[in-house]
């Protein structure tokens, strides 16, 4: 069975930074594409940052461009989310996903493998 789990969410004061964890298992990983998705309350859920199919690419979404930072091990059994500068509208749970299909570049989440979610919550 397919797994995600999320930790390292929690509280943390603006202009902080929190480091999200994602492990994975149920099958390998090697050959797709894998990252973050979040979702404030009353919002659609949005595209965060993502690895690619090879892990040669990274990709993230303009509005966490230069701040957070997206890593994986060798085979993307832990997938994590360095976040630095940290804004209260980054306030949201963040969920951790892989994509269902190989060899993708990118991740659409439109065919993908979910987690629970961690909540992240930024004080200002």
């Known amino acids: 069975q397919v797994q995600l789990i999320e930790s390292g969410g929690g509280l943390v004061q603006a202009g902080g930074s929190l480091r999200l964890s994602c492990a994975a298992s149920?099958?390998?990983?090697?050959?797709?594409?894998m990252g973050w998705f979040r979702q404030a309350p009353g919002k659609e859920r949005e595209f965060v940052a993502s690895?690619?199919?090879?892990?040669?690419?990274?990709y993230y979404s303009d509005s966490v461009k230069g701040r957070f930072t997206i890593s994986t091990d060798n085979l993307k059994t832990t997938v994590y989310l360095q976040m630095n500068s940290l804004k209260p509208e980054d306030t949201a749970v963040y969920y951790c996903?892989?994509?269902?299909?190989?060899?993708?570049?990118?991740?659409?989440?439109?065919?993908?493998?979910w987690g629970q979610g961690t909540q992240v919550t930024v004080s200002s």
């Open positions: 149920g099958r390998t990983y090697s050959s797709y594409a």
């Open positions: 996903a892989a994509d269902k299909d190989p060899y993708n570049d990118n991740l659409s989440g439109l065919n993908a493998y």
């Open positions: 690895v690619s199919c090879s892990g040669g690419s990274a």
